[in-house]
């Protein structure tokens, strides 16, 4: 799986920060002028997000289907009792030649007999613990990405939250200001008619 | 009553100035040093590094090296080449285990730190909104006090013209013209000859045209 890969959306980011709050100078080794500190951070922080889905979205699902999905495990060691048998026999064989032995054949049809049922049992042996292990991992990898989506959830409601709180105190405040607009205009429209009041002969 | 505000007095400090300059500058830092770090960690994470091919090579190692030391009595032993042939299985998954486990941590922490990144992004912007809603509750009621003072200027404006008219019209008779001292073709003051000086209705038009 080939990823995204660079700075995805940083590029055009900087780009557009031209002219608004930030001047990049091209270069580390210059310090950036940073007229509107409010502007920049919100930009930074859209591209930020912006950035984790180009780079680290694809990512994500994959390792979230993999900790569903992998047999990997399995298929490796269903793979490695195949190449077992075969490489097991040649290093007897070899061995054997080396110091010259002769089996007689009631005995290598028996070493072959047995070498068949090792690596049969072996086999089995090696494929069921294969699948728990990766009934292990699995569980294990989603667990942590649990985790890491319990972090990403629990942020989202904290910014939900900071949202709702904001739209609530500026409804609060507006309501506030209403309140007090009113009953300033009352208070000057009395101020006036009892100026009027005063100027009216016999009263 | 004071000048008018000047919005460079409320310009950010120098030390605000330097403040954000190097935080930019050491965010840019970190997003062409160490980002791409990190998405070079994905794409190890995601092949496992090599962790595998090694770790199973010790696997096969660790087994040939305990099972194939040259001896006579092994080579007719009949049982020797299952043996290992189950020995090799068994180390291979312990081998392949331990990859996938170094595998998936490999992942899970690169997915952590990514996500940390979003995460800390994510908390600025609450910061920010929280900045901007004190921003505009600030527009809005410096807006509102401004609306404010203008109608009190006006009604003060208004009530100190209705009290002139009324003392106007209450020794004038009307409402726009006053009382005040006549004035001979000098400009000097009329005095009569019991010593008080003369007085005449004066308009607003004869106000601005006296020379």
């Given at each position: 799986m080939v990823y995204a890969r660079g700075m995805g959306q940083l590029e055009p980011f900087i780009g557009n920060m031209t002219g608004r709050g930030f001047n990049s100078t091209?270069?580390?080794g210059y310090l950036p002028s940073v007229s509107n500190p409010d502007q920049a951070f919100a930009d930074i922080t859209r591209n930020e997000y912006l950035d984790f889905i180009n780079n680290y979205g694809d990512f994500e699902n994959d390792l979230i289907a993999q900790s569903q999905n992998d047999t990997s495990l399995i298929d490796q060691a269903r793979e490695d009792v195949a190449s077992a048998s075969a490489l097991t026999r040649g290093v007897a064989q070899r061995n054997a030649s080396r110091y010259g032995g002769q089996l007689t054949p009631a005995q290598r049809q028996q070493m072959d007999r047995r070498l068949e049922l090792s690596n049969t049992l072996g086999g089995a042996q090696s494929v069921n613990d294969a699948r728990l292990a990766q009934r292990e991992m699995n569980t294990g990898l989603l667990n942590e990405l649990i985790n890491v989506g319990q972090g990403v959830n629990e942020t989202s409601q904290n910014q939900l939250g900071q949202s709702a709180a904001n739209a609530s105190a500026r409804n609060q405040a507006y309501q506030n200001a209403r309140a007090q607009s009113r009953a300033q205009t009352y208070s000057t429209l009395g101020s006036l008619g009892a100026a009027a009041l005063f100027m009216i002969p016999g009263i | 009553m004071g000048s008018k505000p000047k919005k460079k007095d409320y310009q950010p400090t120098a030390a605000d100035r330097a403040s954000a300059s190097v935080a930019m500058a050491q965010y840019r830092y970190f997003k062409e040093k160490y980002d791409p770090l990190l998405q070079q960690m994905r794409d190890k994470a995601a092949t496992g590094d090599g962790a595998k091919k090694t770790l199973r090579g010790r696997g096969n190692a660790d087994t040939m090296q305990a099972?194939?030391?040259?001896s006579y009595q092994r080579a007719q032993n009949i049982s020797t080449a299952g043996d290992m042939a189950q020995a090799y299985q068994g180390q291979l998954g312990v081998a392949n285990r331990s990859a996938k486990d170094i595998e998936n941590m490999m992942k899970t922490n690169v997915l952590k730190s990514a996500r940390k990144q979003a995460a800390t992004a994510q908390t600025g912007m609450a910061q920010a909104a929280r900045l901007s809603t004190s921003d505009a509750l600030a527009r809005a009621k410096n807006n509102q006090d401004v609306a404010q003072a203008k109608l009190n200027a006006a009604a003060q404006i208004g009530t100190a013209g209705l009290a002139k008219g009324y003392d106007n019209y209450q020794s004038?008779?009307?409402?726009?013209s006053s009382e005040g001292i006549a004035r001979d073709a000098n400009g000097n003051p009329i005095k009569l000859k019991d010593g008080t000086f003369k007085t005449e209705n004066q308009t607003l038009g004869s106000l601005f045209g006296r020379g």
């Open positions: 091209g270069s580390l | 099972l194939t030391a040259p004038t008779g009307s409402v726009f």
